[in-house]
């Protein structure tokens, strides 16, 4: 209402400027708080004192303009700095033609573009002529890589997300020509290179690797000229021109650091060390996300995480002070038990449901279904207002079945659940149906159709709705201690913060020693002694009252669940039981041993870690050296491993640069595919490259070959630049061999924690839960989870030791009610679920005589597989009976409904 | 069609001409030879492209006050204004020869130039 009587336009900021909205407005209907509020420095009533319309018309009369700035005074025990990322200047865009050519946008503005509820409902248009283009040319590495604007460094990001808007964009426009123009692809993020390969080939998008130094615009089209590596000039002309601009420090950054009294790196973001990542200068102020350095979602996510567990080893002491409970009103049994009184709730979903799916006409057909008392639409049913009114609304109507005709349960259900529970309804009484992926997605070029199957839809859902009983949501007690299988780094620094948290840890090593891959490391990347970094660690975890260490030992088997775990861990021939409630995977990884490349035939050819390892005995053996050949993506990106190990091609920066220290007349040559030297180590590879070190690309078609010759080795390989293959007498070649998974096999099938294709764990979700795996009260952190640098692994298991402590702190989990059910009078032992169970769910218990199977609720993920497979129907799903999914499979006959 | 002969200076025209033709951006029969410097364009040269068949002949230099080499474009202007005397005095039109200037690595100024030149041949 106050946005609509707003006589006061202003530009939607949230919408990159692209749209226009009112002084008051919220930027996007899922904002937290998900309130309005008023733009202070446009609104008439603020600045004129004249106006007050919005107050006049709000309804809930929440308009107070006597409100006053207040300062606040909290008495904190730890303070996370997370003030985000700011915007490249305007003015590095201009030399792009930024501001002065229409259809010259930056990332953020087409990502808005692209999104269905953006200024243009998701159609990517031209600014100047509201037309479809045809060619969109992606400029990379604006304000990124550049030493002319002060930003040195890589954003690490914009390679991926350039990958991602260009696929969404082919999605929506599949006859789009996208062009790329990158300096080097760095999508060195798990699964990324994956996702890349996808998208160029599915969607046939042109990797170009050139850097484009200006836009020109002619007839207005934007004209383009690049010089690729042959030297050949190439021009052409596209119709949009997007720049993926990179991540600056905050605008403000020097504020929070006088403010917070932190230090600033040289580019402004907040100064860390490798050995503790969300550390400031200042004791008890963490950092997280971007402002610790440029980074993409699952990393921040971590971060935080990481640094949540930071403050909880701060305020271990103060933890359940001051905890608020909530309270649910008890459950209306006796209005549970009518006959179903069904409300069904069709969802907008702004334009993503209803500009497909005729929104009323299927609201008003559900009205026409047995026992739906209610039937109404809301425009987005998943926001606090509507969930207050559908409870609301609930309540009045003395609802006691609840369809919500939607998107998918998998995102929204806990929502609606939620809500039923905060008025004394069982949180089983609510049933999805996914109209819009299932209907206004997939269907979007046939809209009838679409509403046609919204009905079907909706009417199965109330069918079952009519059958849904109330499940109840049981608790089971937590064992407060952790089992942390792995000591290496990310094994002791999740160890180290849980126990600092104050709960017990067992430390599982499989080997002799504490250490795992950074007993091998020399430096660190920033420079730090490693083995001082590594004997720090090992002191306090030796030390900590709370740490129980096992090293030669192994873990044998795994049972149990979330909050009780028994393993059996195997030493020096004896096994011994543990009793835990949570597991943290710290397995860690291991250096790739190549195979070609003469690897093992001459004593010249070596591995960037063992060259680490004979600098650290001395520099004796460079003696008569002049050539070092360095080869990367050896096993990495190819045939035997298809993953990015991530950090080779900052080791090997690291160390080309260390040998030009001690030996600075030495040649160094660096064969490359992409130097993927991300975030401030771009720095590294620029010192390099000053230093002399002379960088050359090669093509996974043409890789260097290493020559062995009756006297020493020499290195032939394609020089791109020059145009003609290119022989390297060489004293020493290193080969950066990546890292490959450790033997998580076993360990995995213990566990039931999946891996991925390259056999590294799984996360439960790449974005939301990235140290979490499918199975419930594990946790995952390090080598183990897939690549990654000290400084990441460090962070990741501080991320993992937050999620563990979670039901530890609880002391009780609960457990999802859809869980499978035996009818024992019916089993007849056979054991069939017990070995389908993907979670060892169910087992085989002696009642009686015979063998019962019997479900361990707190396991149990609510699969059904066991349902599905007994033989005697003896088992059901709760939320999922037969009878009910029977009942929906009727209704799917217009007339079933009556046969159900 | 008419044959159009451009002359730019090395700090006009960023885009190829192969790719301007590809997307018709300028007419067919247009040629371009790239100078170092627009300064160095002697009035035969200009007089040249005519016998070599061109129908129109322009050039494209740095805005004056702005010229890379400090007086060449205007330079160029002054030959220009020459040739087109040279033109009347041969009872042709002056309008075929024309100077032109563009911003530092302005393609749009260079395309212009060329239509308009080819629609004084066409006429």
Redesign the interface.
């Known amino acids: 209402m106050c946005t609509m009587y707003c006589p006061r336009p202003v530009v939607d900021t949230y919408n990159e400027r692209l749209d226009i909205t009112r002084a008051p407005h919220i930027d996007y209907a899922q904002a937290i708080p998900s309130s309005y509020y008023i733009d202070a420095k446009a609104c008439l009533r603020v600045n004129y004192q004249t106006c007050n319309l919005c107050a006049q018309t709000c309804t809930a009369g929440a308009i107070d303009f006597t409100q006053k700035p207040k300062e606040l005074e909290l008495e904190v025990g730890a303070v996370v700095l997370a003030p985000g990322f700011g915007r490249v200047d305007e003015k590095v865009l201009e030399k792009f033609g930024y501001g002065r050519f229409p259809d010259v946008l930056t990332s953020f503005e087409f990502e808005r573009l692209t999104c269905a509820s953006g200024p243009t409902e998701g159609h990517i248009v031209r600014i100047s002529d509201q037309k479809t283009p045809k060619k969109i040319a992606f400029l990379q590495c604006i304000g990124s890589r550049d030493e002319t604007c002060g930003n040195g460094y890589c954003s690490s990001v914009c390679c991926m997300y350039a990958i991602k808007e260009a696929s969404v964009a082919k999605e929506h426009e599949p006859d789009l020509d996208i062009s790329i123009f990158f300096m080097d692809v760095r999508t060195m993020g798990k699964g990324f290179d994956d996702a890349r390969r996808r998208a160029q080939e599915k969607y046939g998008i042109n990797v170009i690797r050139a850097r484009v130094p200006?836009v020109?615009?002619?007839?207005g089209?934007l004209?383009?000229?690049w010089t690729t590596g042959d030297g050949e000039?190439?021009?052409?002309?596209f119709d949009m021109v997007v720049l993926s601009v990179g991540l600056e420090s905050p605008k403000d950054a020097d504020i929070i650091s006088k403010v917070a009294d932190i230090e600033l790196n040289q580019y402004n973001f907040c100064r860390t060390s490798v050995d503790a990542p969300l550390v400031s200068s200042r004791q008890g102020v963490l950092v997280a996300g971007a402002f610790q350095g440029p980074k993409d979602i699952p990393e921040s996510v971590t971060q935080a995480s990481g640094a949540a567990a930071i403050a909880s080893e701060l305020l271990a002491d103060a933890r359940n002070t001051q905890t608020i409970t909530v309270t649910y009103p008890d459950e209306d049994k006796a209005l549970e038990e009518e006959e179903p009184r069904i409300g069904v709730f069709v969802c907008h979903c702004g334009v993503n449901i209803a500009g497909v799916v005729d929104v009323k006409a299927v609201r008003d057909y559900a009205g026409t279904l047995p026992g739906v008392v209610l039937y109404e639409d809301t425009l987005y049913s998943c926001s606090q207002d509507a969930l207050k009114s559908i409870a609301e609304k609930i309540k009045e109507n003395r609802l006691n079945r609840v369809v919500i005709s939607a998107c998918s349960p998998r995102t929204h259900e806990p929502l609606f659940q939620e809500t039923l529970r905060s008025i004394g309804l069982n949180p089983a009484l609510v049933e999805m149906a996914n109209i819009r992926d299932q209907c206004a997605w997939v269907h979007a070029q046939e809209p009838e159709k679409a509403t046609e199957k919204a009905k079907d839809l909706v009417r199965m859902a109330v069918a079952k709705a009519r059958l849904l009983s109330p499940l109840e949501q049981p608790t089971v007690d937590v064992t407060p201690s952790a089992l942390v299988i792995g000591g290496g780094a990310a094994g002791m620094s999740a160890a180290l913060s849980i126990a600092d948290q104050g709960y017990k840890v067992t430390l599982v090593e499989k080997n002799r020693q504490l250490g795992g891959n950074l007993k091998r490391l020399t430096w660190t990347l920033d420079g730090q002694d490693a083995a001082k970094v590594l004997k720090d660690m090992v002191k306090k975890v030796k030390g900590h009252k709370n740490i129980e260490i096992l090293t030669n030992a192994e873990v044998e088997s795994v049972s149990g669940y979330v909050g009780n775990f028994t393993s059996t861990v195997s030493q020096g021939g004896k096994t011994k039981m543990i009793n835990h409630g949570v597991i943290v995977l710290a397995t860690g990884g291991r250096e790739y041993k190549p195979k070609g490349y003469a690897y093992g035939d001459s004593n010249r050819v070596l591995t960037q870690l063992e060259l680490e390892e004979k600098l650290a005995r001395g520099k004796g053996f460079l003696r008569n050296a002049k050539n070092v050949v360095m080869i990367q993506c050896v096993g990495s990106r190819g045939d035997d491993m298809t993953h990015c190990s991530r950090l080779c091609c900052t080791q090997a920066v690291k160390n080309a640069l260390k040998l030009k220290e001690v030996k600075p007349d030495i040649n160094i040559y660096v064969f490359y595919r992409d130097m993927r030297t991300y975030g401030f180590y771009e720095d590294l590879y620029r010192e390099a490259r000053k230093a002399g070190v002379k960088f050359i690309r090669y093509t996974p078609d043409r890789k260097p070959e290493v020559i062995k010759q009756s006297r020493g080795i020499k290195v032939r390989a394609f020089d791109e630049l020059i145009g003609e293959d290119i022989e390297i007498p060489a004293n020493l070649v290193v080969l950066s061999t990546g890292i490959a998974p450790g033997d998580n096999e076993e360990l995995s099938k213990i566990i039931k924690a999946p891996l991925t294709s390259d056999g590294f764990f799984l996360e439960a979700h790449a974005k939301l839960r990235p140290v979490e795996v499918a199975v419930d009260g594990v946790y995952l952190c390090g080598l183990a989870h897939g690549p990654k640098s000290l400084e990441e692994s460090v962070a990741q298991a501080k991320a993992a030791a937050a999620k563990a402590t979670i039901p530890l702190a609880k002391g009780k989990v609960a457990v999802a009610p859809i869980v499978s059910k035996v009818n024992q009078d019916i089993c007849i032992g056979c054991g069939i679920c017990e070995s389908l169970c993907p979670f060892s769910a169910i087992t085989l218990q002696k009642v009686g005589k015979r063998k019962k199977a019997q479900t361990i609720t707190a396991s149990c993920k609510g699969c059904g597989i066991c349902a599905a497979h007994c033989p005697t129907i003896a088992i059901s799903m709760g939320g999922f009976t037969d009878e009910a999914i029977m009942a929906q499979i009727h209704a799917f006959s217009p007339d079933g409904c009556e046969e159900a | 069609m008419s044959n159009i002969k451009g002359f730019c200076c090395n700090y006009t025209l960023s885009v190829d001409l192969d790719a301007l033709k590809k997307e018709g951006l300028v007419p067919e029969g247009l040629e371009i030879e790239r100078l170092p410097c627009t300064g160095r364009l002697e009035v035969p040269e200009l007089l040249d492209a005519f016998t070599e068949g061109a129908d129109a002949v322009f050039v494209v230099g740095c805005q004056v006050d702005k010229c890379h080499n400090l007086s060449g474009s205007y330079r160029a202007s002054k030959r220009v204004k020459y040739a087109k005397k040279i033109l009347e005095e041969l009872d042709m039109d002056p309008g075929r020869v024309e100077m032109f200037f563009a911003d530092r690595g302005e393609t749009e100024p260079v395309v212009e130039a060329a239509r308009v030149m080819s629609e004084r041949a066409s006429n």
């Open positions: 200006r020109d615009q002619v007839d089209k004209a383009l000229t000039h190439h021009s052409a002309l």
